[in-house]
């Protein structure tokens, strides 16, 4: 019991101060005080900018039976917050450091949660429309709460759990796909590709043009999603990608212009090693008596080009 308390008090420090919160989902949500939201059934597990709770909705009876005994060898949840009359829950995560979402966030860390977020999704067979934006208030008597776990976890913990790879952390998602962290990352994926070659427009211009025209295509992707994004949450990835391409394509251009250089130089030396054996060639035919048409069609060059190499 002990325990639950700890893990308990570790959720009401992270969920945002001003939380929005509801008895019936049936009539919206509002928003409370913390103190408030507390007393209600359902309430806001993490601030609009940073992610310190991963929930899961595990929409099939008796869950906490599933995990235990079914689903064995996963990473265990610090809190289940049960229906008493059927045992559907939702699973929650804790963090030791939030990942935050805000337009300073770096987006490294923000695909590497997500990457998390749908493989435990899969393994906990969780619905995957469920955005994580209310839970059932796990100190509500309305539930029945568990601790599997007593301390939260690193990414790198819950990923080496789950054995994943950067082959899986980097996987672009689908606009289908575009859930909760997910929308983040399918406006990454498909905006720095898209960047990568649009920068080359851009030389010669201000950053501050280049940005606007990566947070423009950014706000374009955004429009296309369910549930779109935040401003503030779009232009913190159109200012990653955007300062990404800028310190990179003076250097990758210079590469460009380099290896255009040395295969020049590489081009010349080959034609002009062509061009001595042709002279020599066109020396000995004229030794053995062949005349300067005959050796110009034979070598395919000029005539006048053979005159001047036999002199």
Not at 169 to 180: D, F, L, R, T
Not at 204 to 230: F, M, R
Not at 261 to 288: D, I, M, N, P, Q
């Amino acid at each position: 019991m002990q325990q639950l308390e700890l893990i308990l008090d570790q959720f009401i420090n992270t969920i945002p101060k001003k939380p929005y919160a509801s008895d019936n989902l049936n009539y919206g949500v509002k928003i409370y005080s913390k103190d408030a939201a507390l007393l209600k059934v359902y309430l806001q597990p993490n601030h609009p900018y940073y992610l310190h709770n991963i929930v899961f909705d595990l929409d099939y009876e008796a869950s906490l039976v599933e995990i235990l005994y079914s689903k064995t060898g996963l990473p265990l949840p610090n809190l289940i917050i049960e229906n008493k009359e059927n045992g559907r829950s939702h699973a929650i995560y804790q963090l030791k450091s939030p990942v935050y979402k805000t337009d300073a966030s770096k987006q490294k860390p923000i695909i590497y949660l997500n990457a998390i977020q749908r493989t435990l999704q899969h393994v906990l067979e969780a619905d995957a429309n469920y955005t994580g934006l209310i839970c059932k208030n796990p100190l509500n008597d309305r539930w029945r709460t568990n601790t599997l776990r007593h301390t939260p976890y690193s990414l790198d913990e819950l990923a080496n759990k789950l054995e994943i790879d950067w082959k899986q952390i980097s996987k672009p998602i689908k606009q289908e796909e575009a859930v909760g962290l997910g929308r983040n990352c399918y406006i990454f994926h498909k905006a720095r590709h898209w960047a990568y070659c649009s920068i080359r427009k851009h030389r010669g211009a201000t950053y501050n043009t280049w940005l606007q025209s990566v947070l423009d295509h950014c706000l374009k992707l955004n429009e296309g999603i369910t549930e779109p994004l935040g401003y503030n949450e779009v232009k913190g990835i159109a200012k990653s990608i955007s300062r990404y391409c800028w310190k990179r394509d003076p250097h990758c251009y210079q590469e460009f212009i380099d290896r255009q250089t040395r295969k020049g130089r590489l081009g010349g030396k080959a034609k002009g090693e062509a061009y001595s054996f042709k002279r020599k060639l066109a020396v000995r035919y004229k030794a053995s008596g062949m005349s300067y048409t005959e050796i110009a069609d034979k070598l395919n060059v000029s005539r006048r080009s053979v005159i001047y190499w036999c002199k």
